[in-house]
């Protein structure tokens, strides 16, 4: 089920072992739990590996995080597998993958993607590769007890990210996935969305969505509308979740290929 809307709320989680280290900084208090703080610059690595590399691929959800312990800069990481085709689904993906990294700033993300030889092993055993670089405009809820600092004005104009996710009760699984089907056709024939991938870190109890979109209007009329809106009602509704997030991208930089297209030239 995609999930997603400016009215998100969450409940803070301690942090997960797939996380990379934090630094020490001003934590933010919420209620009674600490909330700690990431960067405003993210990187999102989409990767489908040919049948010959995907041993390696599947060791990268039980190995990754350690190697990228050294990347300079690094605030917080998780390594994410995907729905079958890089969908929403029950059925697992697989070839299809996901990084997500957030950093202190814009030149240390920059340096991961031009250098980093954790992103250039990706590539090597890839059959596709794209790589967005974000800067968070706004962030509501945490993702393991963590939050993105947004920093940037938000953009009126241009292509706008979006990523959600959602830490689902057990005993809410049936009534989540039941909504799943009708909002992930809706955001598949969606006007104004040029790319959508289903991700996550856990079978059928963590989800993760991105998105990109052509405009801010393109995503909030999907996101208000239809069987999203409906979904999301439910959601909240039924207090299906422990921990949700939802935020929302300055689209930096797009490069690579995805579904079979060429982004960035």
Do not use: N
């Amino acid at each position: 089920m995609t999930l997603a809307g400016p009215s998100e709320r969450s409940a803070p989680m301690a942090r997960g072992s797939g996380d990379a280290p934090l630094p020490a900084r001003e934590p933010q208090r919420q209620g009674a739990q600490v909330l700690h703080r990431a960067g405003s610059i993210a990187v999102l690595l989409l990767v489908d590996y040919p049948l010959w590399a995907r041993p390696w691929g599947w060791m990268r959800l039980v190995l990754q995080r350690w190697p990228l312990r050294h990347e300079r800069g690094l605030r917080f990481s998780k390594v994410l597998g995907s729905g079958h085709e890089g969908g929403f689904g029950l059925r697992p993906s697989g070839s299809c993958q996901g990084l997500f990294l957030v950093f202190d700033d814009e030149a240390a993300a920059r340096g991961f993607i031009e250098h980093s030889p954790v992103l250039a092993r990706y590539r090597a055993h890839a059959r596709e590769c794209c790589v967005a670089l974000l800067r968070a405009v706004s962030c509501k809820g945490s993702w393991s007890g963590v939050a993105m600092a947004p920093e940037a004005v938000p953009q009126r104009g241009g292509p706008v990210a979006a990523l959600t996710r959602a830490s689902i009760k057990p005993g809410k699984l049936a009534a989540f996935w039941r909504h799943s089907p009708p909002s992930e056709a809706a955001l598949a024939a969606s006007p104004g969305c040029t790319l959508a991938v289903g991700l996550g870190e856990a079978p059928l109890l963590r989800q993760c969505t991105f998105s990109l979109w052509e405009s801010v209007a393109a995503m909030d009329a999907y996101a208000r509308s239809g069987a999203h809106l409906q979904a999301i009602r439910s959601a909240y509704a039924g207090d299906f979740f422990t921990e949700s997030m939802f935020v929302r991208f300055e689209l930096l930089e797009l490069r690579g290929t995805w579904k079979g297209r060429t982004h960035g030239g």
